[in-house]
């Protein structure tokens, strides 16, 4: 009895926070931002995508590189023609001040060339908005050409 008493006491004390991991209300939450960003890139509309990008991204890539890259990587990869969700991992914290989300999205996806492994990860942001913080994309091929 005294020990939920202090748990009790401790919880009110220290405020109101609680945790989930996993979670597929949140999953399906950040897989909205990803079929935004991967319908974006599939019809080029890169100018749209550039929201969907947490502004701590924007201040270590430069938009016209960012464009680049992307131009660049349809170039070699081909049209998206499919994006398939194959793991996720979600964190959320709530607590009576400040919320905290961590998400990750990996893809494997089809291109017209190439298929990729890619990984969107994304964070909740102070003004109650998702968005992404990172994007790795890894060749499922390796084409060495030696002569």
């Known amino acids: 009895m005294k020990t939920a008493v202090f748990f009790l006491l401790c919880t009110i004390l220290s405020g109101c926070t609680c945790s989930r991991m996993n979670d597929t209300s949140d999953k399906m939450g950040v897989e909205k931002i990803a079929d935004e960003f991967y319908s974006n890139l599939q ?20 938009t016209t590189k960012f464009r680049q890259s992307l ?31 961590d998400y990750t999205l990996v893809y494997k996806n089809k ?11 994304l964070k909740y942001e102070d003004d ?19 002569r």
């Open 71 to 101: 131009e660049e990587s349809t170039e070699k990869l081909g049209a998206l023609l499919e994006y398939n969700l194959v793991d996720w991992q979600t964190y959320v914290l709530l607590g009576s001040t400040k919320t905290v989300g």
């Open 43 to 62: 019809f080029k509309n890169y100018k749209n995508i550039y929201p969907s990008f947490s502004n701590s991204f924007w201040k270590v890539m430069d």
């Open 111 to 121: 291109y017209e060339k190439l298929e990729t492994t890619e990984t969107l990860t």
């Open 128 to 146: 109650g908005q998702i968005r992404i913080v990172g994007y790795n994309v890894l060749l499922d091929q390796l084409n060495i050409n030696a």
